[in-house]
């Protein structure tokens, strides 16, 4: 079974600090992996992606993750935050391939992340 | 709008009163989704359709749930009896099989349902 842990559960930044949000999942395959962010009552955005290929990937919004596969961690940063960042960010990994499981997400708890102006 | 679409946005029903929800994936998606996601959590999922086969059921789907994907297009989630602790933002994703297995959901707007 899959399972995700964000080990953040409520961040306070101010305007302009650098953000890093933590995310590792368990699975024992090979997995695809999302960071989604839900604004306040909004519905969920996909932020990034990584599917293969080179670990660093970026998103919208000037948004970044690295994928270390050592680890099970796929960790989400951002140099530079902005007071219009203020939302819930998730982390959600899915089996990649063909099986049955393929596509089913499974999220983490989620990070409320406050920017202060 | 191409993306997904969610009927009704809002539900607010008594106890013991039966809902109904609707998705509408996008069209050339052939899997779809259905996840609840109560306050403070992550979407938790529910079950899954492969065109119009239901193929997984997860242990949070009791007995008075209930979902269908007659034509393998759109989709309806069902709660029959409904319970205070139903209440939550259920959420529908769809998703095109790709051999490549690069398996990316969609989301819909979700419908939020408050069980008086």
């Known amino acids: 079974a899959q399972s995700v842990s964000q080990h953040n559960h409520h961040v306070i930044l101010s305007e302009a600090a650098s953000l890093e949000l933590g995310c590792n999942y368990s699975y024992g395959g090979t997995v695809n992996l999302f960071w989604y962010v839900q604004y306040p009552g909004q519905h969920l955005q996909l932020l990034l992606k990584y ?64 920017v202060k102006p | 709008d191409t993306g997904v679409s969610q009927d009704p946005r809002h539900k607010i029903t008594k106890r013991g009163q039966n809902v109904t929800f609707r998705c509408d994936p996008i069209s050339e998606h052939n899997r779809l989704y259905w996840y609840r ?18 193929l997984e059921k997860s242990r949070l789907l009791s007995d008075r749930f ?3 994907r007659p ?20 959420l529908c994703a769809s998703s095109l099989e790709v051999l490549a297995g690069n398996n990316e959901q969609f989301f819909g707007p979700g419908t939020r349902l408050t069980v008086l």
């Open chain 2, 37 to 54: 996601q109560t306050l403070g959590q992550g979407p938790e999922f529910l079950t899954y359709f492969q065109n119009e086969a239901q």
């Open chain 1, 51 to 114: 599917f293969s290929g080179d670990p660093l990937v970026k998103g919208i919004k000037g948004f970044e993750a690295e994928f270390i596969k050592s680890k099970f961690s796929f960790n989400l940063r951002k140099p530079s935050v902005q007071w219009s960042d203020t939302a819930e960010y998730f982390c959600a990994v899915n089996p990649r391939g063909l099986n049955t499981n393929a596509g089913k997400s499974t999220f983490g708890d989620g990070t409320t992340l406050t």
């Open chain 2, 66 to 68: 209930s979902a269908e």
């Open chain 2, 71 to 90: 034509k393998g297009s759109f989709s309806t989630l069902e709660i029959q009896r409904t319970e205070q602790g139903d209440s939550a933002m259920y």
